[in-house]
C-alpha cells in the first residue's frame, strides 16, 4: 500500500519526472528518495538488528502505543543491584530515515547504558514525509505517558526493567532530529504541567548536535567544510526540513527556531548541550545554550574538538571513539549530578 504524503512544489524545482510522469520531489542521496505519487524509498543503508540479552547488558522491545503499533527498544545493564536512572532516547535522521534498530544505536546505547549506568529506553518513532511533525513530538509524549502508566501498575511484564528503574529521576535525550524531538517533548511536557508527570520526574535533557534552523544562514552553515563522509551538509539539512514541517512553513517555524520565552511559566529542568567542533549545525547549538540561558535554563555544554555531525555513531574520524568516550563521561557526571 502506498501511503499519501504532501509536499510543496515550490520548495524543490530539481525534479525528475520518468516516462509514466512519476517525479522525484526530494532526495538526498543514499538515504531517501520521495516520489509525486506518495513512493517512499529508503535503501537500507544500515542493518537492522534485534535485541540481545549478553552478560552484562538485557535489551528487548516493546509495544507502547497501541493504535499506531509504536515500539522502542529498552537496554537494562545487568551488574547493578540498585534502581537506575531512566534514559529517554530518540535517534537522529532529519525526522525521516533511522530506526531504534539501526546497528549504530544499538551498539551507542547498549554501550551508553553500560558505562554510565541508566537504563535506556530507545524510542522509535513515525517518520517523515509519510507523517509529518508534529507527528514524531506526538509519539514522543505518548511514549512518556506510557512509562508513567508503568510505574503506577508495576506490570509483571515489564518487571524485568521497571524493577531497576528510578521512575523519578528522568532524562530526556537524543542526538540530532532527536535531540531536537527531546527538546520539543519536554516543552509540551512542561506546559502541561510537570506535575502530571508523577510519579515520574524530568531532571534534565541531553541534547547532542541538535538538529535546528532557520532561514538566515549561521556562519557555519555557510562555511564549514564538510568532508565527502559528513553526515550532515547544508544541502541534506534543508530538504530533511522540508519533508519534515508541515506543507507551506519555512525554517523559521518554531519546530525549526525555536524561541524560548521565560514569562511563560514553563521551567525546563537543567540541560547538556554537547556540540561538535566540525558541525554545521555547531552556531545553532551555541545559539539555542544563549537562548535557554538568557531565560533562566541552568545549561552545561561540551565541544568536542576535531569531530563533526553523529561522529559518535558513526566513527568517520580517528577521533570519533576518543570524543564518544569524552561524550559519555560527561553524560555520566550531568545525569549522575542532578
Known amino acids: 500500500m502506498v501511503t499519501a504524503i504532501s509536499y510543496d512544489p515550490r520548495q524543490n524545482l530539481n525534479v525528475r519526472k520518468d516516462q509514466h510522469g512519476i517525479v522525484v520531489v526530494e532526495e538526498i542521496e543514499g538515504l531517501i528518495k520521495v516520489y509525486n505519487n506518495g513512493h517512499v524509498e529508503r535503501p537500507p543503508v544500515v542493518p537492522n538488528v534485534p535485541p540481545v540479552s549478553l552478560p552484562d547488558i538485557t535489551s528487548k522491545d516493546i509495544i507502547f502505543h497501541?493504535?499506531?503499533?509504536?515500539?522502542s527498544r529498552i537496554y537494562v545493564p545487568n551488574t547493578s543491584r540498585n534502581k537506575l536512572p531512566l534514559l529517554v532516547y530518540f535517534h537522529g535522521g532529519g525526522f525521516s530515515v533511522g530506526s531504534a534498530a539501526w546497528k549504530c544505536y544499538h551498539d551507542f546505547l547498549s554501550t551508553l547504558a553500560s558505562k554510565i549506568g541508566v537504563v535506556v529506553m530507545s524510542v522509535n518513532y513515525r517518520l517523515a514525509?509519510?507523517?509529518?511533525?508534529?507527528?514524531?513530538?506526538?509519539?514522543?509524549?505518548h511514549a512518556i505517558m506510557w512509562l508513567k502508566n508503568q510505574a503506577m501498575v508495576n506490570s509483571k511484564e515489564q518487571y524485568w526493567w521497571s524493577s531497576?528503574?528510578?521512575?523519578?529521576?528522568?532524562?530526556?535525550?537524543?542526538?540530532?532530529?532527536?535531540?531536537?524531538i527531546a527538546?520539543?517533548?519536554?516543552?509540551?511536557?512542561?506546559?502541561?504541567?510537570?506535575n502530571n508527570l508523577k510519579p515520574l520526574c524530568l531532571k534534565g535533557?541531553?541534547?547532542?548536535?541538535?538538529?535546528?534552523?532557520?532561514?538566515?544562514r549561521t556562519h557555519s552553515e555557510k562555511y564549514s567544510v564538510q568532508p565527502s563522509y559528513s553526515a550532515l551538509n547544508l544541502s541534506a539539512s534543508d530538504t530533511y526540513w522540508r519533508m519534515a514541517l508541515p506543507v507551506g512553513s519555512n525554517r523559521d517555524h518554531p519546530w525549526c527556531r525555536p524561541r524560548f520565552n521565560s514569562?511563560?511559566?514553563m521551567?525546563?529542568?537543567?540541560?547538556?548541550?554537547?556540540?561538535?567542533?566540525?558541525?554545521?549545525?555547531?552556531?545553532?547549538?551555541?545559539?539555542?545554550?544563549?537562548?535557554?540561558?538568557?531565560?533562566?535554563?541552568?545549561?552545561?555544554?561540551q565541544v568536542y574538538k576535531g569531530v563533526g555531525h553523529a561522529f559518535h555513531i558513526l566513527h568517520n574520524s580517528p577521533l570519533s571513539h576518543p570524543r564518544t568516550q569524552d561524550m559519555m563521561s560527561h553524560m555520566k557526571a550531568f545525569i549522575h549530578n542532578q
Open 66 to 71: 497501541n493504535p499506531t503499533n509504536l515500539w
Open 267 to 301: 521551567k525546563l529542568p537543567s540541560v547538556l548541550i554537547c556540540i561538535s567542533e566540525m558541525d554545521i549545525l555547531k552556531d545553532r547549538n551555541l545559539e539555542i545554550c544563549s537562548v535557554l540561558a538568557d531565560a533562566g535554563v541552568k545549561v552545561e555544554k
Open 183 to 194: 527538546y520539543h517533548v519536554s516543552i509540551r511536557l512542561n506546559s502541561n504541567n510537570n
Open 129 to 141: 514525509p509519510e507523517n509529518r511533525l508534529p507527528a514524531a513530538y506526538d509519539d514522543g509524549f
Open 205 to 216: 535533557l541531553i541534547l547532542i548536535q541538535p538538529f535546528f534552523g532557520g532561514e538566515s
Open 263 to 265: 514569562n511563560n511559566n
Open 164 to 180: 531497576k528503574c528510578n521512575f523519578s529521576n528522568m532524562f530526556l535525550s537524543g542526538d540530532s532530529a532527536g535531540a531536537n
